[in-house]
C-alpha cells in the first residue's frame, strides 16, 4: 500500500496550493479518504474527509469556505484545494484513510478510537504573512 502526497509549498498569506494524494494497493474507491494536518508542537488534526463515492464531505471549522476535498476514483487519487491560507495553515499534511460516521453522517470524531486504515507520507505547507 502507498500513499503519495504532493503539492506542498511555500506561500504568502492568501494564496493557494492544491494538494494531491495518488493510492495504490488497495480498493481505493473502497473507502473514505483524508487530509490530516500536523502543525509544530500541535497535535494531529483531521482537516477534511470525503466518502467513498464522493458524495459526502467533511470540513473541520478553520478549513470551511476556503479548502475544497474532491476524488477521482479512476485515478485513486483524491485532492486537497486551499484557497486563502493563513499562517495557522502551516503544517505538514498527510492523506489517508479517515473514519465516516454513518449515522451522524459525517467524519468520526478525531479521538482516540478514531480508525485510519493506510497513512500517506506528509507534505510540508507554509504561509507566510
Known amino acids: 500500500v502507498q500513499l503519495q502526497a504532493y503539492g506542498g509549498g511555500s506561500v504568502q498569506s492568501g494564496g493557494s496550493l492544491r494538494l494531491s494524494c495518488v493510492a495504490s494497493?488497495?480498493?481505493?474507491?473502497?473507502?473514505?479518504m483524508g487530509w490530516f494536518r500536523q502543525a509544530p508542537g500541535k497535535a494531529r488534526e483531521g482537516v477534511s474527509c470525503?466518502?467513498?463515492?464522493?458524495?459526502?464531505?467533511f470540513y473541520t471549522d478553520s478549513a470551511k469556505g476556503r479548502f475544497t476535498i474532491s476524488r477521482d476514483n479512476a485515478k485513486n487519487t483524491v485532492f486537497l484545494q486551499m484557497n486563502n491560507l493563513k499562517p495557522e495553515d502551516t503544517a505538514v499534511y498527510y492523506c489517508?484513510?479517515?473514519?465516516?460516521?454513518?449515522?451522524?453522517?459525517?467524519?468520526?470524531?478525531?479521538?482516540?478510537?478514531?480508525?485510519?486504515?493506510?497513512w500517506g507520507q506528509g507534505t510540508q505547507v507554509t504561509v507566510s504573512s
Open positions: 489517508a484513510t479517515c473514519d465516516w460516521d454513518v449515522r451522524a453522517a459525517t467524519m468520526a470524531p478525531f479521538s482516540a478510537k478514531y480508525h485510519v486504515q493506510y
Open positions: 470525503i466518502r467513498y463515492n464522493g458524495e459526502s464531505t
Open positions: 494497493g488497495y480498493s481505493f474507491d473502497d473507502y473514505e
